[in-house]
């Protein structure tokens, strides 16, 4: 019985791919009319989200470029005015770079993030011809502004700021 077994199996292997090579109808999409859907946990392209009022997440604490295991992230904070103001905090990331040549897509960079300012999107159609196209800018990363969320000038006391995420409570307040 021995000396069977191997021919038994292979057998067994070559009828399962006649099987579905005879009775299974393939699946093919038409790449760039119609694309392929992806699975709900896919993680692709990197995007800076905003705020509902327009204003960005990111406030530059550099926690994602610390997360990041192939140090593909380069975060440079800038300090907020009361004439221009970019974040809800006191910093916003001035520089925001992703070098995608390094990148693995590993999600840690998402985790990390306190303000959940850098998500990966369902984009998967990356393409490069050198090196310089691979680093994605922060203009680049960020979310368009919708029409209707257009920013208007915000007019604030200096150290009043108008805060965009509700403030934490002291609960013997």
């Not at 946990?41 to 295991?69: M, Q, T, W």
């Not at 090196?131 to 368009?144: C, G, I, N, S, V």
């Amino acid at each position: 019985m021995g000396v069977f077994e191997p021919i038994i199996e292979l057998s067994k292997g070559l009828g399962e791919v006649l099987r579905s090579f005879l009775f299974e109808k393939t699946v093919t999409y038409q790449y760039p009319e119609e694309k392929r859907p992806v699975r709900p946990r896919f993680r692709g392209r990197h995007v800076l989200n905003r705020y509902d009022n327009g204003l960005e997440k990111c406030i530059g604490c550099s926690l994602c470029a610390a997360a990041c295991p192939s140090d593909a992230i380069f975060v440079e904070a800038s300090e907020n005015t009361d004439e221009k103001r970019f974040s809800p905090g006191e910093r916003y990331a001035s520089t925001y770079e992703i070098n995608m040549l390094r990148c693995i897509y590993c999600g840690f960079c998402e985790d990390a993030c306190p303000t959940e300012a850098i998500t990966l999107g369902d984009n998967y159609e990356l393409t490069f011809t050198d090196r310089k196209q691979a680093l994605y800018t922060k203009d680049m990363l960020l979310e368009p502004v919708r029409a209707t969320e257009m920013l208007t000038p915000q007019k604030t006391e200096p150290g009043v700021f108008t805060r965009s995420v509700p403030e934490m409570k002291n609960p013997t307040d």
